[in-house]
Every structure is written in structure tokens, then in C-alpha cells.
């Protein structure tokens, strides 16, 4: 920030800040857009002539479409999405061919787009009251958007891209680049604050909930627990205890008080964020660490979380593991197998209940308790590259390489 004195969470008592948007009125509650979306009769053309085909499995498998609404307006791999955060029916989302488009997720129609990048859009993110969206491109082109003008209100133009999130309740929006710094601003003023990293790729950050502190992730395997207002390190973590990779993945627990970290080099870290100690190390291997750099790079840490019901924590892994661990016992509860290598995982909110999307263009939801299978979801004809469950986890929303953006209403007995 401009002024060094100033605290960040006075930004927070602003009353243009902390206004909360009330989009009631403007569009329809989360809780009805699994019944709306029973009435969208998008066509897919996929699925013309499945009457024909009555006869043929291998062809009706790969037609299978489970999606219940499809977003076709990406002529390129869709690679991010977000939902807005305070009705969760708006979408978006940011693709290979340099366009990002908000969407609404009940019908598929395209509120407006994000025009302007230059590069393929990786991040993409609503503010925490729905009011603003930023989108990034991989060349380090940021922009902000009013949501209910329609309008761009800054820009910014930083090293290439590698990660945004915002600040959990107020304008305030970070970045990471590829020459270590992570950035700071105040939307729209752009008032700004650098926090310089050790001199290789910021690859991962998130804000821990208590707004005050953020956790970066590195390429060196390092990772840097930073305090916003006061700008400096309040540790670092790296050589034995750290990672040997570049980070991946990370993710705290609601608290605030744990962090769990991924990186291509096979192992999942669980972190006190007071002390900054390493509490244990997790292995897809569980009895054997791996033999050779190579052998732990092809099986990277791709996604990571935590369970808010249960002390469980889920690694997703690229040779296809989804590894649950007991957080109390520091040992593996159950190894979910997939045929082709995981991108992303989220666990249900209010349940022990995790989500995993993966090579192979599916959703898949599994039960923590027992490790079983519970659905599987299929429609895009290549990979999943993300998605977002909404607050019921009733709904996801997948972006995918086959330059589609579908919407899943998912089923569950005890809904």
C-alpha cells in the first residue's frame, strides 16, 4: 500500500466495503437451481442419433452426456472457473483462446465478456460479495469488472501469471508471478504492496481466513507464511522439512490453524500456521519413500483439502490416487483409484463427502468414511481441467479441454 502505516483491516470497516450485495431479487437462490435446471432442454448434438446406436455400448459411452447444462461459447480449453460466492448462480470462466466470459449457470446465458487479454486466461475469480471479477492471463494481464455494469474498473500488468485470489472481505485482490513477487492492490484504487520471494516462480498462495496472512508456495519447494499489513515473512519453511519440488497445491483448514501443502515431489506437508512447524509428511507410498526425483515427479501432488466434518484430509495425485488420511493417526484410511491421473479436488461442505474431476473428463464423488464410490459423471470428451461445487453441493460446474463448460446436478440419496 502507499501508505505503510495503514492498517489492512481498517479496509475492512469501509462501509462501501462491507455492504453486502443482495442479489435475491436479480436471480434465483442456489437452493432452486437444481429444480430449474431440470427444466433447461439444452440440445447436445453429441446425442442426435443415440436411437441409432442402441446397439453400440462402446459409442453410447462415449456419448454419455450427465451434464444438465453445456457453456459452448470457449473455441479453446476451458482451463478455470469460479462461482460467485454470494448466490452461486453466476459463472466464470477463462480459456485457451484468451476470452473469459460471466455466465449465468440456471440457463447458460452470457451476461457479458472480459475482453481484452492477450494470453490464455488461468485465473478467474469473483470478489468475496459478487460485486467484482478479476480475470488473468498467462502473460500477467490482470483486469477487474463491475458485475452489475458490466464494466472494466482497473487493470494491471504484472510478470506471467500463476495464481489470484481475493482478500475473503474486501476489494483487496493478490497475484503471484513467475519472478517470485506476489502483489497486493486496493480495487479500484490500485494502492499496492510487493512481497518479493526468493527469486524463482510464486506457484501457489492462498489467504488464510483470518484475512491478516497469506501462505505462498515456491518453486524451490520453499513456502513463505507473509503478514499483509506489516509486509515481511513471519516464517519461512524449506530444506528437510520442506518440500524437494515445486509446490502444487495448498489449503487450510476453516480455522485457519493448519495449512496442507502439495508438490511434484509426492508429499503432502501438514502445518501449524502459528509456528510454522511441520506436523507430519503424507505419501501416496505409504511404507516406502520414493526412489528417484523422476518417480516422485510423475506421481505430483495435484490437489489437496480438508474435511470440515472429520479429521480428514484428501490428496489427490497424478497417477489417479485419491488419498484420504486421518489427521489424528497421521496414517492413510483409504486409497480411491482412478484410471487416469486427478487435476482437482473439493470436499462437500457441510459432509464427508469428496468431489474429484480428472484426465478422463469425469466427476467423480467419493464417501470418506468408507472409501467407496458413491457417482460418476461424464459429458466433456477430454479432460476436466477444474470445478466448483456450489455451498449445497448440488451442483458442479466443470471446465474442460474440450473447449466446453458444463453444469451437473448431483444426486445423492440424502437429497
Not at 491478516?212 to 520453499?222: A, H, L, M, P, T
Amino acid at each position: 500500500m502507499e501508505n505503510p502505516e495503514e492498517d489492512l483491516l481498517q479496509l475492512h470497516n469501509d462501509e462501501e466495503i462491507i455492504e453486502v450485495i443482495d442479489l435475491s431479487d436479480a436471480e434465483p437462490t442456489a437452493e432452486d437451481l437444481a429444480e430449474e435446471l431440470e427444466d433447461v432442454d439444452v440440445a447436445d448434438a453429441g446425442n442426435e442419433d443415440d436411437e441409432d446406436d442402441d446397439d453400440d455400448d462402446e459409442e453410447m459411452e462415449s456419448q454419455q452426456d450427465d451434464s444438465e447444462l453445456t457453456f459452448s461459447k470457449h473455441t479453446g480449453s476451458v482451463f478455470c472457473v469460479s462461482l460467485d460466492p454470494v448466490s452461486n448462480t453466476l459463472a466464470v470462466t477463462g480459456g485457451e483462446d484468451d476470452r473469459a466470459f460471466v455466465w449465468s449457470v440456471c440457463d447458460g446465458e452470457l451476461l457479458f465478456e472480459c475482453t481484452g487479454h492477450k494470453d490464455s486466461v488461468t485465473c478467474v475469480s469473483f470478489s468475496w460479495d459478487s460485486r467484482l471479477v478479476a480475470s488473468g492471463d498467462m502473460s500477467g494481464l490482470i483486469k477487474v469488472w463491475n458485475v452489475e455494469n458490466k464494466q472494466e474498473i482497473w487493470s494491471f500488468e504484472v510478470g506471467d501469471l500463476e495464481w489470484l485470489e481475493w482478500h475473503s472481505c474486501a476489494p483487496v485482490l493478490l497475484a503471484g508471478s513467475a519472478d517470485g513477487n506476489v502483489w497486493m492492490w486496493k480495487i479500484p484504487s490500485g494502492e499496492c504492496k510487493t512481497f518479493p520471494g526468493p527469486s524463482c516462480q510464486s506457484t501457489s498462495g492462498k489467504i488464510l481466513p483470518d484475512g491478516k496472512r497469506v501462505i505462498v508456495g515456491y518453486e524451490d519447494g520453499s513456502l513463505r507464511l507473509w503478514d499483509l499489513k506489516q509486509g515481511n515473512a513471519l516464517c519461512v519453511i524449506k530444506g528437510p522439512d520442506g518440500h524437494q519440488g515445486p509446490l502444487t497445491a495448498l489449503a487450510c483448514n476453516k480455522e485457519g490453524t493448519l495449512v496442507l501443502t502439495g508438490s511434484v515431489d509426492g508429499q503432502a506437508k501438514l502445518i501449524n500456521t502459528s509456528t510454522g512447524k511441520v506436523l507430519c509428511s503424507f505419501s501416496s507410498e505409504n511404507t516406502e519413500a520414493r526412489d528417484s526425483m523422476q518417480e516422485q515427479e510423475s506421481n505430483s501432488v495435484e490437489s489437496v483439502g480438508f474435511c470440515n466434518v472429520l479429521p480428514l484430509v484428501a490428496v489427490a495425485y497424478l497417477d489417479g490416487t485419491l488419498a484420504i488420511y486421518d489427521m489424528n493417526s497421521q496414517s492413510l484410511r483409504h486409497r480411491c483409484k482412478h484410471e487416469v491421473g486427478l487435476v482437482h479436488l473439493q470436499w462437500e461442505e457441510a459432509s464427508a463427502v469428496v468431489s474429484t474431476c480428472n484426465l478422463a473428463g469425469v466427476v467423480t464423488l467419493w464417501d470418506a468414511r468408507s472409501g467407496m464410490l458413491m457417482s460418476e459423471y461424464r459429458g466433456h470428451t477430454a479432460e476436466i481441467l477444474d470445478f466448483v461445487l456450489n455451498r449445497e453441493a448440488s451442483v458442479a460446474v466443470t471446465a474442460g479441454g474440450d473447449h466446453k463448460a458444463k453444469v451437473f446436478v448431483l444426486q445423492r440419496p440424502d437429497r
